[in-house]
C-alpha cells in the first residue's frame, strides 16, 4: 500500500500511500485563495544555529521517540519500546505500571545483546516494515495472561517477565522468523528454513508443522513481498482464539521474475536474484491452510477458481467457528469478504466492496468483527472513507460527510461506543472521536482542536493511548480514559529545561498555511516556512515534495527539525499536497488512475507560480526537491516545464513503471500488458533529455524498493544525450540513506549543489 516512501532522513516525511505529463497552460486556472504576512526583521539573534549535522545526532531532537505502545491483557501496564538519549536508533524495552505510576526498563538491548547478524531474510522484512536502520528490540508481544513478553533479539528469542527476569528460549534454532504467541499463550510459532513450527509453552521441542517442500520458491508461514511491501500484511499465520486451530499461507514464488539486484558496498558488490513481480508480470501463487498446533487435520481454504489473486487479510470470529478471509482480484477493483469455515475449508461470500468507475480499493486495516457476529467496517463507497455496521447482511452508516474517518481506534462492545480518527473538523489536522451505536449522528470529539492526533486502544475499548503534536511541539503522548481525559503522560515530550530541542526553540519557525484552487476546482493545501526576513529582500525556496497517491504532507502538526534546519539556512521551506494525495476522498485521489505524473504534476507547477508571485519570493530560486515519488515527481517537473525550476533534486527516483512491482504500480497505471501506452506517458525516461535545469540525482547503491536500475537506465539515458546533471550515490545504502554521518552528507551535498547554482538567500 506505501511501497514508495522517503526515507527516515532526519525526520519523518511519510509516504505511507507516483508521476506523468502536464500542459502549462493548466497553471491558468489556478488562483491564489488565502495566505497569511510572512514575518519580517532586522538583524536578530539566535542563542543556537541549527545545523544538519546536529539534526541526525543523537540525543534526537524530536525527543523521545516511543515505538510499540501496548497494554497488557489485564490493563494493568503500559509498554513501549524507548530510543536511548546517546543512540537514537537502538530500542529497549520499558514498562509503566499504572498502579504504582512507575516507569521501568523490562529489557536492556545492550546487556541482552548478543552482537549476532541479522539473517538476510529478516534485514529485509525490516525494510518492508520501514525500520531497516533501527537496532536493539524492534518488537514484542504480550503473553496471554499478561505476565511475560516475547522479545526477539539479534535472532534469538527471550520471554521477560515483570519481575526482572529474562528467559532464553532454547531449541528454536537461529534467526526465527514472525515469532508469535498463541491467542491463549499455549504455544510459540515461528518460521524456520521456509517452514513454521510450533513449540508448547510449558515445554517440549519445536516440531515444524508444514511439509517439507522440494522447491525453495516455497514459503510457509511468511507473508510474500507484494503483500509486505504494498497490502502492509507482515503476517503469515493466524491463531485461533482458542488455540485450537491455526490458518497458514503457502505462497510459491516459481513464476515471480527474477531480478539481479547488485548491493553495491564499499568494499564490494554482492548480487542477489531477487523475486520480484514487475508490473505486468506473475506474482507468488497463495493459497491458505488450517490446521491443528501439531499440523494434523490440514485442510485448504476455497479461495475461488482464479488463482491470480491477493490474499489481502485474514481474521478469527470471536467464537473461533469462522475464519475471514479478504480476497482482492489483480486489477484491485474488488474485494470479496469469505466466510470460512475452519473445518473443511468451504467458503463463501459474505460481501464485497466495488471500486468506483476508474479509482481502486484501497485495502485498510480499520474493521473489528464483534461478539454478536457483526462487523465494523471502513468503506470508501460513498466517495469518502466512513464507518457502518453490518448487521445480518445488512448495511448501516454510522459517519457520513466530506471528511475522511482515518482509522478506526476501538470499539467498546459492552457500552456500544466506537472510537475513531478522522478529518470532520479539519483536514489538516485529524482529532479523535467516539460515537453511539444507537444514535450514530452523535459524534464526541475527545482530543484538543489544532493538533495532529492519532490513538490506539485496549482490546475492551475502556483506556485510549493518544498520540499528538503541533507545529512547535513533537509528539507526545498520554493515557485517557474513554472521554479523552488525561490519566497519565506516556511520553509529555515538553519542549523545556534539557529537552533536546530547547536550545533551538526560540528560533523556531512557525508555518502558515494556505490554499490554492486547482484546475476542476479542488483546493490544494500548502505550508510555508519562513526564515527572519529584511523588507525588500527576496528569498530563495525549498519546495519539497512527495505528490504520490496515499499520502499526506501537509498537516497543522510538527514538520521536524530538518525543515527548521533549511529555513535556518536562510530558505523558506514550502510544501503542497496535490491532487492524488491521501484523505480527500475518492473523486481528489482518483485523478491518477492511469495518468500518474499529470495532475499531481500541473498542481505542483502551479504553487511554483503562485510563489513567484510572492513579493518575498525570489522566482529565479526555487529549488525543487523529492524522494522516491518525490523524486520521481522531480525529474517529471523538470521535464514539463524546463525553467520553471532553478534547480532540481531527485532522491532514489522511480524512471521507468515497469520496474516497480505489481501491486503498487497496477493498482494506479493498470498492467503493461495491456496499456502500454499509460507506461508510456507515465514513464520519466523518455521525456529526459528535455530536462536542462540543474539536476542532482541522488540513489542507495543497494536499493531494494526502487532498484538502482532505474537511476542506471536515466544516467545512461542522460550521458547518451551529452545532458549535463550532477549525482551523489550512497554504497550500501538502501531506500533509505540516513545516519549521523550520511544525513549530515546527505544534506550538505544538496546545499553545496544549490550554491554552486547560485539558489542562495540575498546578502
Not at 545 to 562: D, E, I, K, M, N
Request: net charge negative; aromatic share 10%; glycine share 10%.
Amino acid at each position: 500500500m506505501n511501497g514508495l516512501r522517503s526515507p527516515l532522513i532526519g525526520e519523518v516525511f511519510w509516504s505511507s500511500r507516483l508521476v506523468m505529463q502536464i500542459i502549462r497552460t493548466c497553471m491558468l486556472a489556478f488562483a491564489l485563495v488565502s495566505v497569511s504576512a510572512p514575518a519580517f526583521a532586522g538583524n536578530a539573534a539566535v542563542t543556537s544555529q541549527l545545523t544538519f549535522e546536529r539534526v541526525f545526532a543523537s540525543p534526537a531532537l524530536n525527543g523521545p521517540a516511543p515505538r510499540g505502545v501496548k497494554l497488557s491483557p489485564d490493563g494493568r501496564w503500559l509498554t513501549l519500546l524507548r530510543n536511548r538519549a546517546e543512540d537514537r536508533q537502538r530500542y529497549d524495552l520499558w514498562g509503566y505500571e499504572r498502579a504504582t505510576g512507575q516507569w521501568r526498563m523490562l529489557v536492556d538491548s545492550l546487556k541482552l545483546s548478543s552482537g549476532q547478524a541479522l539473517s538476510e531474510a529478516e534485514k529485509m522484512q525490516r525494510e518492508r516494515l520501514r525500520i531497516g536502520d533501527l537496532k536493539g528490540i524492534v518488537s514484542y508481544d504480550w503473553s496471554a495472561d499478561g505476565k511475560a513478553l516475547l522479545v526477539p533479539l539479534d535472532g534469538e528469542l527471550y520471554l521477560a517477565g515483570l519481575d526482572g527476569t529474562i528467559t532464553h528460549i532454547a531449541g528454536v534454532g537461529a534467526n526465527p522468523l514472525n515469532a508469535r504467541l498463541s491467542e491463549k499463550g499455549r504455544y510459540l510459532s515461528f518460521v524456520r528454513d521456509r517452514r513454521l513450527w510450533v513449540a508448547p509453552i510449558a515445554g517440549g521441542q519445536p516440531q515444524a508443522i508444514t511439509p517439507q517442500e522440494r522447491a525453495d520458491t516455497v514459503h510457509w508461514g511468511e507473508a510474500e513481498f507484494v503483500a509486505q511491501e504494498e497490502m502492509a500484511r507482515f503476517d503469515g499465520a493466524w491463531w485461533a482464539p482458542d488455540d485450537s486451530r491455526i490458518a497458514v499461507e503457502r505462497f510459491d514464488e516459481a513464476k515471480v521474475a527474477v531480478v539481479t539486484r547488485a548491493a553495491i558496498g564499499a568494499s564490494g558488490t554482492t548480487t542477489f536474484e531477487q523475486r520480484y513481480p514487475l508490473a505486468g508480470t506473475g506474482n507468488a501463487e497463495v493459497s491458505l491452510w488450517v490446521m491443528r498446533p501439531d499440523g494434523s487435520g490440514r485442510v485448504q481454504v476455497d479461495l475461488g477458481p482464479d488463482p491470480d489473486i491477493y490474499l489481502a487479510r485474514v481474521d478469527w470470529a470471536k467464537d473461533g467457528k469462522t475464519l475471514f478471509v479478504q480476497r482482492e482480484n489483480r486489477v484491485q477493483t474488488r474485494l470479496d469478504m469469505l466466510a470460512v469455515d475452519p473445518a473443511s475449508g468451504a467458503a463463501r461470500v459474505l460481501f464485497s466492496e466495488e471500486a468506483a468507475p476508474k479509482s481502486w480499493i484501497n485495502l485498510t486495516d480499520d474493521y473489528r468483527f464483534l461478539k454478536d457476529g457483526s462487523l465494523i467496517w471502513w468503506s470508501e463507497r460513498d466517495g469518502f472513507g466512513h464507518l457502518y455496521h453490518f448487521v445480518g447482511g445488512h448495511w448501516r452508516q454510522l459517519t457520513r460527510g466530506p471528511w475522511m474517518v482515518t482509522s478506526l481506534v476501538g470499539v467498546d462492545e459492552a457500552q456500544g461506543r466506537v472510537f475513531f480518527t478522522g478529518t470532520k473538523d479539519d483536514v489538516l489536522a485529524p482529532q479523535v472521536y467516539a460515537l453511539d451505536l444507537v444514535q450514530p449522528e452523535q459524534i464526541t470529539r475527545l482530543t484538543e482542536p489544532g493538533w495532529v492526533n492519532g490513538a490506539s486502544m485496549d482490546k475492551s475499548g475502556h483506556t485510549l493511548v493518544i498520540s499528538r503534536s503541533a507545529e512547535a511541539q513533537p509528539p507526545q503522548s498520554y493515557l485517557a480514559d474513554e472521554t479523552g481525559k488525561r490519566l497519565a503522560w506516556v511520553e509529555e515530550n515538553r519542549v523545556e529545561g534539557a529537552h533536546p530541542y530547547a536550545p533551538y526553540l526560540a528560533a523556531h519557525r512557525a508555518p502558515q498555511f494556505g490554499t490554492i484552487t486547482a484546475a476542476d476546482g479542488s483546493l490544494l493545501h500548502w505550508r510555508m516556512i519562513t526564515p527572519l526576513m529584511q523588507s525588500r529582500k527576496r528569498y530563495p525556496v525549498f519546495f519539497s515534495h512527495y505528490g504520490g497517491p496515499h499520502a499526506q504532507t501537509v498537516s497543522r502538526g510538527w514538520t521536524g527539525a530538518l525543515a527548521q534546519a533549511v529555513v535556518a539556512q536562510g530558505y523558506i521551506w514550502f510544501e503542497l499536497d496535490n491532487r492524488g494525495s491521501a484523505n480527500r476522498g475518492v473523486a481528489f485521489e482518483s485523478q491518477i488512475w492511469h495518468a500518474m505524473g499529470s495532475v499531481e504534476v500541473a498542481d505542483q507547477l502551479a504553487g511554483a507560480a503562485y510563489l513567484k508571485t510572492l513579493a518575498f519570493v525570489d522566482p529565479g530560486k526555487i529549488a525543487t526537491y523529492g524522494w522516491s515519488y518525490g523524486g520521481y515527481m522531480t525529474l517529471k517537473l523538470l521535464e514539463a516545464e524546463p525553467g520553471a525550476f532553478a534547480a532540481g533534486i531527485a532522491g532514489a527516483p522511480v524512471t521507468k513503471w515497469e520496474l516497480y512491482d505489481t501491486h503498487y504500480t497496477e493498482r494506479y497505471l493498470g498492467d503493461p500488458r495491456e496499456v502500454p501506452q499509460v507506461y508510456a506517458a507515465s514513464d520519466a525516461l523518455e521525456q529526459a533529455t528535455k530536462i536542462s535545469d540543474p539536476l542532482l540525482l541522488i540513489h542507495g547503491m543497494s536499493d531494494d524498493n526502487v532498484v538502482f536500475d532505474n537511476s542506471s537506465e536515466l544516467i545512461a539515458r542522460l550521458q547518451g544525450e551529452a545532458v549535463p546533471f550532477e549525482m551523489m550515490l550512497y554504497p550500501g545504502y538502501t531506500h533509505s540513506v540516513t545516519g549521523p554521518k550520511i544525513g549530515k552528507h546527505l544534506w550538505e551535498t544538496i546545499f553545496a549543489f544549490l550554491r554552486r547554482h547560485g539558489v542562495t538567500p540575498p546578502e
